[in-house]
């Protein structure tokens, strides 16, 4: 009775046939003729192509997802960097891949990574977050201040990639920042080839809002509101 208006809607886009009813019955002659129809190729063929119009075969994957999601959500934190963070950060921001997404893609070396690192804890415009799950190191995000704007970094651990813990990470980075510099919007930079990283800020509710180069790549520009 609770499916009704959904074979009704199947049955107009051609992907089942309904048996006739009398009473609350399939009457056998209705089943009869509907099976005579159903027996050509040609019908059947039809209604499998119909339904791959609007049945993908991702259901299952789909929910799946949903539910990891859920469970990351509670068990990824983001707090602010500490000194011990120097080699997580570090062995993550030369990886292949995330050099390969930076605007500079040479390799970088540990003393100049230290220097660095120590100035980013220090600069009362740079807003230096880690990302936990579990407790263990997860990934980095950075926000570098200038007036009522942010610059954005982010990257995430190998392990973590591809879970739907990049939307997470990035959310409550964002939260964090609201907190502690409320009102600022914030700017990203992607290359273009980066597809993943432009489908993660689209879905975070930032704008594409031009097309750059820099460093001989090509980047889009994101925007993402403050307040």
């Known amino acids: 009775e609770n499916q009704k208006k959904n074979v009704k809607a199947m049955v107009k886009v051609g992907t089942v046939c309904q048996a006739g009813l009398s009473e609350g019955k399939i009457q056998a002659s209705g089943l009869k003729k509907l099976m005579a129809r159903m027996a050509a190729?040609?019908?059947?063929?039809?209604?499998?192509?119909?339904?791959?119009?609007?049945?993908?075969?991702?259901?299952?994957?789909?929910?799946?997802?949903?539910?990891?999601?859920?469970?990351?959500?509670?068990?990824?934190v983001v707090r602010r960097a500490r000194p011990a963070d120097v080699?997580?950060?570090?062995?993550?921001?030369?990886?292949?891949?995330?050099?390969?997404?930076?605007?500079?893609?040479?390799?970088?070396?540990?003393?100049?990574?230290?220097?660095?690192?120590?100035?980013?804890?220090?600069?009362?415009?740079?807003?230096?977050l880690i990302a936990e799950y579990k407790g263990k190191f997860a990934g980095q995000v950075r926000f570098a201040l200038e007036g009522p704007t942010a610059a954005l970094s982010i990257s995430l651990a190998a392990k973590m990639r591809g879970l739907g813990a990049g939307g997470i990470v990035l959310s409550k980075a964002l939260a964090a920042l609201e907190v502690s510099?409320?009102?600022?919007?914030?700017?990203?930079?992607?290359?273009?080839?980066?597809?993943?990283?432009?489908?993660?800020?689209?879905?975070?509710?930032?704008?594409?809002?031009?097309?750059?180069?820099?460093?001989?790549?090509r980047l889009y520009l994101y925007r993402y509101p403050g307040g």
């Open 41 to 76: 190729p040609g019908y059947r063929k039809r209604m499998s192509a119909a339904g791959m119009k609007i049945v993908d075969g991702q259901g299952a994957l789909r929910v799946t997802k949903y539910a990891r999601a859920l469970l990351l959500q509670d068990e990824i």
């Open 87 to 128: 080699l997580p950060v570090f062995r993550l921001s030369n990886e292949p891949a995330v050099r390969t997404c930076s605007i500079n893609t040479k390799k970088i070396t540990l003393a100049g990574h230290k220097k660095w690192f120590a100035d980013k804890l220090k600069d009362p415009s740079s807003l230096f």
């Open 181 to 217: 510099y409320p009102g600022t919007a914030v700017l990203a930079s992607v290359k273009r080839e980066n597809t993943a990283s432009r489908k993660l800020f689209e879905a975070g509710g930032f704008k594409k809002i031009s097309a750059l180069r820099a460093g001989g790549s």
